[in-house]
């Protein structure tokens, strides 16, 4: 799982204009509010809560901007200086369009906090995320990124649901209330599955079959790569994480490793949504004649029309990826970056 805000934000939509939007912002008392920080799409950055699109209102509480990017209902969450008070209000998709006037009076916020765990996977989660949703729009409320098991965060009165992630953890989806008047609300342990590619850390990996094939047989069986470290790429046209970062980085590694062209092969197993070429090539058109630069993938590209291997490795987002050892069995953690690892490591 990778968590880079900038990921994160992609599945956003960036609008050719921007919708206007203005408003004021007042304490519970109804007077203008200074030193408040309002904005949509939050998340933590160096440990601090900041709103990616914001819009900075003045000593007289009023602000005046333009929406540059929405997705779906869209959360504006209010917070003063000490995050201690704030308000949240969801706009429906429907009616994110021009003039927005949104005005919000701060109230008492409750601190939100708990833990996550994955028994199987251990201590270490490494760096892992939470998403806070407002219910039942499902619009983002908040993103969460931290490098222990534990997570805080100030809300207002609501009913939301925190979707927690860790890499090889299944999500895990947890709905809560936060109740008027600012008391804390710990949400205790959170305890989230392995996938199935983490159950089969040290262990031969789970069925792999492809329906059509591009740089090698369509009946490719992984046991026949036996002796190379093997890369499996889940990945589809809408993952925009694969197509503007990882797809990147796997041209850099195969470029970085010429040598070892022999050592490793990186397959990327295409989601069931293209059922034949013709399909996939039109949901790939636009990244080709884009940001891949009228270039195909320089690495073998397998379709699962039927979703079979999807499901069987367990795979929930729309990208993924599992590193299988010379031996034949699947890497803990593994990724492109635990792969050159282990290249230049010979």
Same mark, same amino acid.
């Given at each position: 799982m990778r968590t880079l805000l900038t990921i994160a934000l992609l599945s956003s939509r960036i609008l050719a204009d921007g919708i206007p939007i203005s408003g004021q912002i007042t304490d519970a008392e109804g007077k203008p509010a200074s030193g408040v920080e309002f904005g949509a799409e939050w998340a933590t950055r160096n440990g601090k809560l900041l709103p990616f699109q914001r819009w900075k209102p003045g000593a007289d509480g009023k602000y005046s901007g333009e929406l540059h990017w929405k997705s779906g209902?869209?959360?504006?969450?209010?917070?003063?200086?000490?995050?201690?008070?704030?308000?949240?209000?969801?706009?429906?998709?429907?009616?994110?369009?021009?003039?927005?006037?949104?005005?919000m009076k701060l109230g008492p916020l409750s601190g939100v906090s708990g833990s996550l765990a994955c028994p199987a996977i251990g201590p270490a989660l490494g760096t892992t995320s939470l998403f806070v949703e407002a219910r039942p729009s499902g619009a983002r409320v908040a993103w969460l990124t931290q490098k222990n098991d534990?997570?805080?965060?100030?809300?207002?009165?609501?009913?939301?649901?925190?979707?927690?992630?860790? $890499?090889?953890?299944?999500?895990?989806?947890?709905?809560?209330?936060?109740?008027?008047?600012?008391?804390?609300?710990?949400? /205790?342990?959170?305890?989230?599955?392995?996938?199935?590619?983490?159950?089969?850390? /040290?262990?031969?990996?789970?069925? $792999?079959?492809?329906?059509?094939?591009?740089?090698?047989?369509?009946?490719?069986?992984l046991a026949t790569l036996k002796g190379k470290w093997v890369l499996v790429v889940f990945w589809s046209a809408e993952a925009d994480d694969f197509t503007r970062v990882v797809y990147q980085n796997l041209k850099g590694l195969l470029e970085r490793q010429k040598a070892a062209a022999g050592e490793f092969e990186i397959l990327a197993l295409y989601d069931s949504s293209a059922r034949d070429w013709k399909e996939y090539d039109a949901k790939v058109a636009n990244l080709r004649a884009g940001i891949w630069g009228g270039t195909d993938p320089p690495f073998p590209v397998l379709l699962d029309s039927t979703g079979e291997t999807w499901k069987a490795w367990g795979i929930e987002s729309k990208s993924a990826m599992a590193l299988i050892d010379p031996d034949g069995n699947v890497v803990r953690g593994g990724n492109d970056r635990v792969l050159e690892e282990k290249l230049n490591a010979k």
């Open positions: 209902a869209m959360a504006f969450l209010a917070l003063d200086a000490a995050q201690t008070n704030g308000a949240l209000l969801v706009v429906e998709e429907k009616d994110l369009k021009a003039p927005m006037s949104i005005d534990k997570f805080a965060i100030p809300l207002p009165p609501g009913d939301y649901e925190a979707v927690a992630m860790a $890499f090889d953890a299944k999500k895990l989806r947890t709905a809560f209330k936060v109740e008027v008047g600012g008391k804390a609300l710990d949400l /205790g342990k959170l305890e989230l599955a392995p996938t199935e590619i983490a159950q089969s850390w /040290g262990k031969a990996p789970p069925a $792999f079959a492809a329906t059509a094939a591009r740089g090698v047989p369509a009946d490719l069986k």
